[in-house]
């Protein structure tokens, strides 16, 4: 059966939703602070009310909204899944068919400095033959893409960002990038879906070798190593949202500060700002992600890639990636890739350690991250 043909989207929150965030923002009890009231107890008490105070008043939701509907939008359903997506064709000789996969606590917000610059790098100071028609779908439970009501649909992504690419969009051929849960996507992609897909690009590597294996080199046993301390000392929200998402989501889906505060972690935790996340971000910038998943309540449902697996999904594998592959580390993310481990599970054909930038790198780092993925993708045209 032939996909149905896709709908013109546009985000528009009502207003009624958005008094209703400034009224409870407004009524919000804080909690005390536990010792000092800095990182190490979790989001500090003052800069999570100062950006609460913004979003109540001074953050201007129609200007953010209007910038996102500014990009092409389309809503596809896929069976019993509901998608949104935007679809930026690009202005070239010929445009290279790109699939973006955002990660959590992310939105497609992420890619929203590096849309122009891809789909028209001549407007942008490049090279117009290194334009991308850029295709951007909010994973499923993610704003404002529904996933059915039914477990197992974390496993079934791959397989619709085939189908919405190459029935519903037309593209034979593509390529596709991703970090965090959306470079677990993007690996399924070249791992079983080759006969589609060109080349992939990735933030994040994932493989089953453990340090158990006898032939692991020193930097490879490193990683391991970091990557578990990791798991250990950052991973409990993975944990949680793994093994008890709906008890989290009830707290989360009723207090827009509490929301807030759990995003806000992730953005400090995983970025590249020496200390101050707002030297990465404005407090506008902040505020966008956490605005889009209380409009749609969509925390919840974002927590299901954790709640199907039942795991950190992080620790996912998936079999030798043979399509062309390029890792892009960049610093502020954890753990840091190395080569060699990449190298065991994925054709790494370029392996690129950025000068800046972290999990969030399109939003953080947007120049190096454009350049980057430019330079990856020119060799597959």
């Known amino acids: 059966m032939a996909a149905p043909a896709p709908e ?50 001074g953050f201007d939701w129609r200007a953010q909204e209007r910038a996102l509907n500014a990009w092409p939008q389309l809503r596809v359903r896929l069976d019993d899944y509901d998608l949104h997506v935007i679809h930026a064709r690009g202005t070239g000789p010929d445009p290279l068919p790109l699939v973006l996969t955002h990660g959590w606590p992310s939105s497609i917000h992420e890619f929203s400095k590096v849309l122009g ?10 090279d117009a033959a290194d334009a991308f028609d850029v295709v951007i779908p909010a994973v499923p439970g993610y704003p404002f893409s529904r996933a059915p009501d039914r477990t197992g649909t974390w496993p079934e992504v791959p397989g619709l960002w085939r189908r919405l690419m190459t ?41 089953d070798t453990t340090l158990h294996d006898p032939t692991l080199a020193d930097d490879e046993r490193t990683f391991l190593e970091q990557r578990a301390a990791w798991a250990q000392t950052e991973g409990g929200y993975a944990h949680q949202q793994a093994t008890r998402p709906r008890t989290l989501a009830y ?25 101050d996340v707002l030297r990465s971000f404005t407090r506008d910038e902040l505020l966008v992600t956490p605005t889009l998943y209380w409009a749609a309540n969509a925390i919840g449902s974002s927590f299901r890639p954790y709640a199907d697996t039942g795991e950190i999904v992080g620790d996912s594998a998936v079999p030798y990636v043979t399509v ?45 991250w454009i350049e980057e993925t430019r330079a990856f993708f020119r060799p597959v045209r």
């Open 324 to 368: 062309p592959v390029g890792v892009a580390v960049y610093p502020g993310d954890r753990p840091l890739p190395v080569r060699s481990y990449a190298e065991r599970h994925y054709n790494v054909q370029r392996f690129t350690v950025l000068p800046r930038g972290g999990h969030f790198a399109a939003l953080e780092a947007p120049e190096e």
């Open 117 to 126: 610059p891809l789909t028209d790098p001549a407007a942008h100071g490049g």
């Open 251 to 275: 707290g989360l889906s009723d207090s827009p500060a509490g929301l807030l505060a759990w995003i806000l972690e992730k953005f400090h935790a995983w970025s590249d700002h020496g200390g």
């Open 8 to 57: 013109p989207f546009a985000i528009a929150v009502p207003e009624d939703t958005l008094d209703d965030l400034r009224r409870r923002l407004g009524a919000t009890r804080w909690p005390d602070a536990i010792g000092p009231d800095d990182w190490t107890s979790g989001a500090p008490l003052a800069l999570v009310r100062a950006l609460a105070d913004h979003w109540r008043d």
């Open 167 to 207: 029935e519903v969009l037309g593209y034979p051929r593509f390529v596709a990038a991703g970090g965090d849960i959306g470079a677990i996507v993007t690996s399924a992609l070249g791992a079983h879906h080759a006969d589609v897909v060109d080349a992939i690009q990735l933030q994040a590597v994932f493989g």
